[in-house]
């Protein structure tokens, strides 16, 4: 079945380190890849998609490529902020058929604590 | 900008009680889901709507969760009766698309239930 696999947290940085979350899936098919962002007491927003092999989806200076040959899409920040503070998810989405229609298979999620 | 909204945001009950949750998605959006987040967790789907037809409910567990989307536009879900273990973060979400896996789907505030 479909899986992901996001790197163990929590995750705490000092403000302007480079920040990396590791995520791997497991999918048939070419499934789409997500990373979604929860800010405390409030709902997923997302952050970036990649759509297709070594897409790079990038947003608010953070950014994920697809890597189909390592199964992988990590994030990688920069300058991380203490507002980039939250849990971030990794998910995919295989294409609609058979038993799939476009559900979204998420990771365990990824504490982010920046400090000052 | 549009959003899906949620009601209640927080909801206490005891075990045994009937509970129900609202969603409204974002207007004109096609698709609608439904997902459980238990703490520390990503979310799992429990059911997709297409318009007012239920397109998968293979994790819902149907002895006690009922869903519907009446004319194929707000959305109720409920529990009866509920138990200690469904304590968790009950997520909506729309998207505009069909189904396809490069879909964005746009997540609401959540309802928090707590079973006592």
């Known amino acids: 079945g479909n899986s992901v696999t996001q790197m163990e947290g929590p995750v705490t940085l000092s403000e302007e380190a480079f920040l990396t979350i590791n995520c791997t899936y497991t999918a048939t098919g070419y499934p789409s890849l997500f990373w979604y962002v929860q800010y405390p007491g409030e709902g997923l927003q997302l952050l970036l998609k990649?759509?297709?092999?070594?897409d790079k989806g990038s947003n608010k200076g953070f950014e994920a490529t697809y890597r189909k040959e390592t199964t992988s899409f990590h994030l990688e920040k920069g300058s991380v902020q203490v507002s980039d503070s939250a849990v971030y998810f990794c998910?995919?989405?295989?294409?609609?058929?058979?038993?799939?229609?476009?559900?979204?298979?998420f990771g365990q999620g990824t504490i982010l604590t920046v400090h000052p | 900008e549009a959003e899906v909204a949620q009601s209640p945001r927080y909801k206490i009950t005891e075990k045994s009680q009937a509970v129900a949750f609202w969603c409204d998605p974002i207007?004109?959006?096609?698709?609608l889901y439904w997902y459980r987040q238990i703490l520390g967790q990503g979310p799992e789907l429990l059911v997709q709507f297409q318009d007012e037809s239920v397109v998968d409910d293979s994790q819902l567990p149907k002895d006690r969760f009922s869903a519907e989307r009446l004319k194929g536009v707000d959305s109720t879900l409920k529990i009866q009766p509920a138990e200690l273990g469904d304590s968790a973060m009950y997520l909506c979400a729309s998207s505009s698309g069909l189904g396809q896996s490069t879909d964005t789907q746009y997540f609401g505030p959540g309802t928090r239930l707590t079973v006592l």
């Open positions: 998910a995919l989405s295989r294409p609609a058929g058979g038993t799939s229609y476009g559900k979204l298979t």
């Open positions: 207007s004109g959006h096609a698709t």
């Open positions: 990649a759509t297709k092999a070594d």
